[in-house]
C-alpha cells in the first residue's frame, strides 16, 4: 500500500516514539531530569507528598550534583548523578524543617560537604565549624575545620577539605571524615563524637543565628 | 532551452517544496510528451504536435499555483523532519541497545517473587516457628503483601519477615527498606548498624512491578513479646506477635 506524504509523517512520529521507549526500557526506565529523579526517588522511599525542588547544586566533575527539596514539613537532600541523559537520584536524607537546618551530602565516598538550609531573613554569610572527634587506633583523633561560605539562595556550602600534607597520617583524617560521613547516616561504627555549629550573619556580620548538633554512636 | 522546457521551468519555480521538483518535472514530461505522441498519430507534424501539446498543458503560473498547494511546503518540510529524527532515533537506539543487554528489561518486568519458605525447605534451613503475618498493607504507590515470618535459629534469635511489594508503577524500582526501625514490647529500639544487640535490616529484590522485600531482625537475650517495625520515611508499620519462648505460636 503507498502511503501519502500525511500517513507517512504519521507514520515516522510512531516508529521514533517506539524506538524511544525502547531505548528508555532497555535503560532501566531512567528519570530523564534531576527534578524527575528525585521525585520518583522520593516515593522510592514510599512518600506520596508533593516534591518541591529547593536548590541544585552545579554538576561537578564527577558529573553529581546535590539537591535539596522539601516534602511536606521535611527538608531532603539527595545527590543525583548524570550519565549522558540518564539522571539517577541516590539515598535521600530527609530532616524536620527548623530556621538553620543541617544536611549532610549523601552519596559520597570522598570528603563532603555540609550543606545548609536556612530560612532566618538577612542571612548573607555563615561560619561552620566542625569538629571531628573519636578514637582511632587506640588513640584519640581531634581535627577542627573552620568554614566560611557565602549565601546561595537560602543555601550555605561548607566543602570539608581535608588538610592532609602528604604524610601517612592523611589516611587517618580521610578515616575519621568517613566516619563523619557515616554518623550523619547512623551507620558510625566507631566510638566518635563529631561536633558542627553554624552561625549565620547580616551583612554588617552581625551573628543572626547559631546552631549546633552531635552526631554520635547511640 | 525548448518552449517546453522553459515552460517547465517556470512552474517548477513557482513550487516551494524544491525536493519535489524533479519528481515534478518528470510526471509533466511524460505527460507532455504522451501528449505529443497523440497528437502525431492523428496527423500532425512533431513541430505542430509540440506548441499543441504545450498549448493544452496550461498556463505555467497557474499550473505551478496549483502544484504548489498540491505539493504542501510545510507537509514536506514536516515529512522531511519526521524522516531525519527517525534516522536519527534507529542510531541512538542501536548505539544504546548494542551496549545494554536485553534480557535485564524483561526479567524486571516478568519478575515474581518466589515463596521463600520453599526455598529454605530446599536449601535445608531449619525454621524454628512461624509466626502468624499481620494484615496486608498499602503505603505510598506500593501494595505489601506478607508471604512468611518465622524465626530462623533459636540460637541466633533472628526474626525473618518476607514481604511482597506490588506497584503499577513500572519505571519505579522497589521500596527503599533501609529506613527501618523497630521497637518491643520489652522497650529496645532497634536500628540499623546499632551496636547494641537489637538490629533491623531490610532489603529488596527488585522487580519492576513485582519486588520481595525481606526485614530481617535480630532480638537480644530475653525475647519479647511483640515486635513493631516502622518504616520512618513512608510512615508504616506492622506488629508481629512473637510466641512464647519455646512454644508455639
Known sequence: MK???????IRNILAVTA???????????????????????????????????????DWDETNRRDVIFRVGEMLGVTNVRKNAWIRTAGDIRLREAQSLTILYQTGRVDPTAILLWCSVDGAVEAECVVNIHGMLNHEVYDETY???????????????????????????????????QN????????????????????????????????LKRE | MTAFEQWCREVTARVRFAPDRAAIKKELTAHYEDSVADFIRVGYDRELAENRALAAMGDAGEVGKGLDRAHSFWLGRLWQLSKWTLLL??????????????????????????????????????????????????????????????????????????????????????????????????????????????S??????????????????????????????????????????????????
Not at chain 2, 144 to 158: E, G, K
Not at chain 2, 221 to 241: D, M, Q, Y
Request: aromatic share 14%; with cysteine.
Open chain 1, 3 to 9: 502511503l501519502n506524504r500525511k500517513q507517512k509523517i
Open chain 1, 146 to 180: 573552620e568554614i566560611r561560605a557565602a549565601a546561595e539562595g537560602r543555601v550555605f556550602r561548607f566543602p570539608i577539605v581535608p588538610k592532609g600534607t602528604g604524610s601517612p597520617n592523611d589516611h587517618d583524617e580521610l578515616a575519621m571524615l568517613w566516619d563523619f
Open chain 2, 89 to 198: 532515533s534507529a542510531m541512538f537506539a542501536v548505539a544504546f541497545m548494542y551496549e545494554y543487554q536485553w534480557t535485564g528489561m524483561w526479567e524486571e518486568l516478568r519478575f515474581v517473587p518466589q515463596p521463600y519458605h520453599q526455598e529454605m525447605e530446599l536449601t535445608g534451613l531449619e525454621t524454628v516457628m512461624d509466626i502468624p503475618c499481620p494484615e496486608d498493607f498499602t503505603a505510598g504507590i506500593y501494595d505489601y503483601s506478607f508471604q512468611y515470618a518465622n524465626f530462623m535459629s533459636p540460637d541466633w534469635n533472628f526474626v525473618s519477615v518476607y514481604l511482597n511489594a506490588y506497584t503499577p508503577c513500572f519505571w519505579m524500582k522497589g521500596p527503599e527498606m533501609d529506613a527501618l526501625t523497630a521497637v518491643d514490647s520489652l522497650g529496645n529500639v532497634y536500628t540499623r548498624y546499632s551496636s547494641r544487640p537489637q
Open chain 1, 19 to 57: 524506538l524511544l521507549l525502547l531505548t528508555w526500557a532497555v535503560q532501566g526506565f531512567p528519570a530523564l531530569t534531576t527534578k524527575q529523579a528525585v521525585e520518583w526517588r522520593v516515593r522510592e522511599y514510599g512518600i506520596e507528598e508533593e516534591t518541591e525542588i529547593l536548590y541544585t547544586s
Open chain 1, 183 to 214: 554518623a550523619a547516616d547512623g551507620q558510625s561504627d566507631r566510638d566518635s563524637r563529631h561536633t558542627v555549629t553554624v552561625a549565620v550573619k547580616d551583612v554588617s556580620g552581625n551573628v543572626l543565628e547559631t546552631y549546633q548538633e552531635i
Open chain 2, 200 to 249: 533491623i535490616f531490610g532489603g529488596a529484590d527488585s522487580g519492576r512491578l513485582n519486588t520481595a522485600c525481606i526485614i530481617q531482625i535480630t532480638l537480644g537475650e530475653e525475647w519479647p513479646e511483640w515486635i513493631e517495625v516502622k518504616h520512618e520515611t513512608a510512615g508504616w508499620s506492622f506488629r508481629l506477635e512473637l510466641p512464647e519462648e519455646g512454644g508455639t505460636p
